[in-house]
């Protein structure tokens, strides 16, 4: 056991078989690699801002299949330390050949954590972001490399980081409950069932079987892909995160209060989750060209993060300029940093004089 | 890290993580709870046998939900020591005391080989069977309890298990294959596409994907609940194991020669394997009541279970009367002792001339 890290304590091996063997397989790199938008924006970082690769050493953190490693040093960089923490490290090594960058990119596998790079670095790239920008809690590990490799006045890629929040009406809010509703009648029918034909009465059990099935169906947060019309009311920011100072105490949790005006006579069925981050460089040395990566709803521009949704059930029927306020706080899960505990206060202050009184709703990102 | 177990080394965290944590939900027990062939056959095996069970110690590895522990209070036994890894031990311990014989069933949470028991017992009790008998390894957790806690003359239950194995017909030849050759072409656009957009030729990373890909889609065994008429040759047993004195080294390896003749001028797609396990008792205390559980192809029967499919690819066009003939091997996956590696060597004997020569295939039971 490691020491907590603003969470579970953490079981390297249990850690690897739970999370890091996912990005051992080139099935899962490709998905990564065919998101155009996280492609095209870290395309862009690096090669519209050139000036800061050409001549200088790189620190890839997760490298995966070595794509960020392999344009630093097509962008001009020295020297790329790409590292690796799974087997594919050695696909990272042959696709560095396979480009003629082998002389420049040095794949190391290992977890950042425990390997020794040779020098200090002046940039940090890496594409550390889990859905809703902090789960897998990755940047723990870029911290890391940051206080360890980079040099003072070092660049990160990405340079900061926003979380998003928004009100949302989804048709999902009722296709979960019938979900959910059904999977009750099921455990209903089954226990009956096993009572007269094998005499157990399973009763007992019902209540802690339909928390679990509300754990699963209408308290885990669900990855979809909204379009913009969805959301009802202006996002907020709920975290920013300037990548060349968080601390990871900075990042451990997240903290906020929210009021949105919503629009449109609808229903609030519940809020969603994104984040942005952005390639800026730094102030003594900033980019050329800003870049910016969002995971917002689009029409068009979807990602594989997409949005994280949260369901409020029953959704709230509301009147357009009502308002809805309150907090969200997430803390990592006391079971695996690596996943998160929401918690959602909300109210509505209804123009109409309808009022719901504040509710604390828990979610958990798994 | 434990010692190996005719397998990779285990450490019990990372087993935990990837193993024992399915049975830690409600949702899996009822699962299993719902498979009518398995609990009719240990219903039937407890209680056409009671004499086995009245006013003696029971021990019930892996209880799970406890339904095995209740009934073997149910029928008589004066103590029940019943072991659960996962806190699902406090769902079996509620279950017990809702169903009258909390003062007989103790719950016990812990592994098997962790725990201490006040005595030993006189029957070891458990439904400890994985997909084609042998996956989940969790025999070696039975063999423990019994060499540790089992009185000389105690019984099994159930005391007898076989592995069979036969040659098939399905319809999940083309549609695999179908799936690994979209998944190909997927790839063969998507490198052609990355490569234009940005510079970065992934050809070598071609044939590791398709190594991925086949091990997933064409090398992996499948779930399947045949009919019977697509077993298309007599089955036969690849293992037996006698429960009252097998050891880890008996179980931890299969290897066995096989002869099918075919019947039906058709295909023959590969191979299926299955289990069933008996309840007889011991030679000096004998069932009053034998009982089967039989995981066979059936038109009405079917288990959860199913029976594990092994594809050959492409598959062999046959003759009434053809034979295949060859082996097959299954030891535990160096990576995972719960997991197996299949070695399949056949080969076809034609009456009418047409001879295939032996071919070896590796698949993965996973």
Chains 1, 2 share one sequence.
Not at 14 to 43: E, I
Request: net charge negative; with cysteine.
């Amino acid at each position: 056991m490691e020491s907590a890290r603003g969470g579970a304590p953490v079981d390297k091996a249990v850690d690897f078989a739970n999370y890091f063997c996912t990005y051992s397989y080139l099935y899962h790199q490709k998905d990564m690699l065919s998101d155009r938008v996280r492609m095209d924006a870290y395309h862009s970082a690096v090669f519209k801002n050139k000036r800061h690769f050409q001549g200088k050493t790189v620190l890839d953190v997760g490298t995966g299949s070595g794509i960020l490693a392999i344009w630093s040093a097509q962008a001009g960089a020295k020297k790329v330390y790409a590292v690796e923490a799974t087997n594919m490290a050695r696909h990272a090594r042959s696709l560095a050949s396979a480009n003629g960058v082998s002389h420049i990119v040095e794949v190391i596998e290992g977890s950042i954590e425990d390997v020794s790079i040779p020098e200090k670095v002046d940039v940090i790239i890496s594409e550390w972001m889990g859905y809703f920008l902090v789960r897998e809690s990755m940047f723990d590990s870029v911290i890391y490399a940051r206080d360890r490799w980079l040099k003072p006045s070092g660049l990160m890629y990405p340079s900061h980081a926003r979380m998003w929040f928004a009100p949302i009406k989804t048709k999902l809010v009722e296709q979960k409950n019938q979900e959910y509703q059904k999977s009750l009648a099921d455990w209903s029918y089954f226990a009956q069932e096993l009572n007269e034909a094998y005499g157990v009465d399973m009763s007992t059990l019902t209540m802690p079987y339909h928390e679990e099935q509300k754990k699963y169906y209408l308290q885990t947060s669900l990855w979809s892909n909204l379009y913009p019309g969805q959301v009802i009311g202006d996002p907020v920011v709920v975290k920013e995160i300037d990548c060349s100072n968080a601390t990871l105490q900075d990042i451990a949790a997240v903290k906020s209060r929210f009021s949105f005006t919503l629009s449109g006579s609808d229903r609030l069925c519940g809020f969603a989750g994104w984040f942005d981050v952005h390639f800026r460089g730094n102030a003594s040395n900033p980019a050329d060209k800003e870049v910016e990566l969002t995971t917002s709803p689009s029409d068009t521009d979807t990602t594989h993060w997409g949005q994280q949704v949260f369901l409020l059930q029953p959704p709230l029927v509301i009147e357009d300029g009502d308002v809805v306020q309150g907090s969200i706080e997430i803390t990592r899960s006391k079971d695996n940093h690596r996943l998160m505990d929401v918690k959602i206060t909300h109210e509505l202050r209804s123009s109409g004089e309808q009022f719901y009184p504040a509710t604390v709703c828990n979610f958990f990102i798994e």
